[in-house]
Every structure is written in C-alpha cells, then in structure tokens.
C-alpha cells in the first residue's frame, strides 16, 4: 500500500506519518521510486502502537522512541516488559541509580510470596517507597505486606498471562503498555471503592 491507503487504514494523518517516518519512529517503505514507498500491515501495527503510547498512555515521542529501539535491536522481552514498565508506571531508579539497596521488609515480600530474589527497577522502587515510608515513621506490619502482596501476585499472574501471548513485539508493547496503565489506575479505583464501602458500613450509623 501507499502513504494514502496507509493513512486511511490506520486512521493516521499522512503528515503524521511523515513526522514518525522523519523521527524515527516508523520504518522506511520499500522504494519503488524516488518519491514513492510501499508500506505493509508491519506499519500498520507500528502506527496503532505509536498511537496508543502516545493517546492513551500518555508517553512523550523519546519514550516512545526508546521503547520501539529497543523493540527493533531485538531486545530480550524480558529486558523490554521492564522498560515498558518502568516508563509507564513512572518508576523512579533515581534513589537507586547507584546501586540497589535493599530493605528487610522488601526482602520479606520477596521470600513470603516466592518471587525470584532477582534485582529489578521494581524491587527498587519498592525499596525507595519503603524507606521513604520508615523515615516518615509510617509503620508497615507483616501482615499489611502479606495481604497487599498477596493480592499483587494474584492481579500480576493475571496480567503477564495476558502480556506474554503476542508472538509480534510491536503487540507485546501494546499490551502490555495499556494494559499496565489503564489496569494500575482500575486498582487504584477499586481500591478508593472498597475504602468508602468500607468506611461507610462502620460509619453510616453515625450520620
């Protein structure tokens, strides 16, 4: 297909295309002329990605750009599922930039539930948001961490069963990018839910 078919089968303005053509952003067609490229259902898909990275999680063109080099330089999925999710949860590595530190209450999740004791911008984050959390004298049981744990592994095992299926990386981005974004935020709201259910049944009585 050309810029034209290209442009209405992925909804994409052409001179949007042009724009991720210019920047990197979507492979080159295959030549046919000087002037004109062939494009596939290869760029299709790129398009529905770069579009969804940008419209529904809300990432900036080098996020982008980063994420789709990785995916291009044939990184591990592994490797590409921590990048996707470092950048769309917003992960800060900044308090581990110079190494993990770990904290015995994350070491403790990590045995309690059977995680692999594997160093990830995850475990760090996790371990910065303890320790801020230790500083404040904010104080987190064994049992809190047991059950809010324990509730993660079960959405977790959910949402990387749905996030490892895609044979394409383009797909495996996508998934995995909505998925984390619009399903971290559906927590958040069933969470404050569950709260007010639960603040209303204990105070509903004193109204």
């Known amino acids: 297909?050309?810029?034209?078919?290209?442009?209405?089968?992925?909804?994409?303005?052409?001179?949007?295309?042009?724009?991720?053509?210019?920047?990197g952003l979507l492979p080159?067609?295959?030549?046919v002329h000087a002037t004109?490229?062939?494009?596939?259902?290869?760029?299709?898909?790129?398009?529905?990605?770069?579009?969804a990275l940008r419209r529904i999680v809300?990432?900036?063109?080098?996020?982008?750009?980063?994420?789709?080099?990785?995916?291009?330089?044939?990184?591990?999925?592994?490797?590409?599922?921590?990048?996707?999710?470092?950048v769309v949860l917003e992960l800060d590595t900044s308090a581990t930039a110079g190494g993990s530190v770990g904290t015995p209450a994350a070491d403790a999740v990590v045995r309690l539930r059977g995680w692999p004791d594997y160093p990830s911008d995850a475990r760090n984050a996790l371990n910065a948001h303890l320790a801020l959390m230790e500083s404040l004298n904010i104080r987190v049981s064994p049992e809190v961490l047991d059950t809010y744990s324990k509730a993660m592994?079960?959405?977790?095992?959910?949402?990387?069963a749905a996030t490892t299926a895609p044979d394409s990386v383009d797909q495996l981005i996508l998934t995995a990018a909505v998925g984390m974004h619009m399903h971290s935020r559906l927590l958040l709201k069933?969470?404050?839910?569950?709260?007010?259910?639960?603040?209303?049944?204990?105070?509903?009585?004193?109204?």
């Not at 592994?153 to 990387?160: P, Q, Y």
């Not at 069933?190 to 109204?207: G, M, P, T």
């Open 1 to 23: 297909m050309q810029l034209k078919e290209l442009s209405e089968r992925s909804g994409v303005s052409a001179a949007s295309i042009k724009y991720y053509l210019r920047e």
């Open 28 to 31: 080159a067609g295959a030549a």
């Open 36 to 51: 004109r490229a062939q494009y596939s259902a290869r760029h299709v898909e790129r398009l529905e990605l770069i579009q």
């Open 58 to 86: 809300g990432l900036n063109i080098e996020q982008i750009r980063g994420l789709l080099g990785m995916a291009d330089d044939g990184a591990p999925r592994l490797d590409l599922l921590a990048a996707v999710q470092r």
């Open 153 to 160: 592994d079960d959405v977790a095992g959910i949402d990387i």
């Open 190 to 207: 069933l969470l404050a839910f569950a709260q007010a259910s639960h603040a209303i049944r204990r105070y509903e009585n004193d109204v």
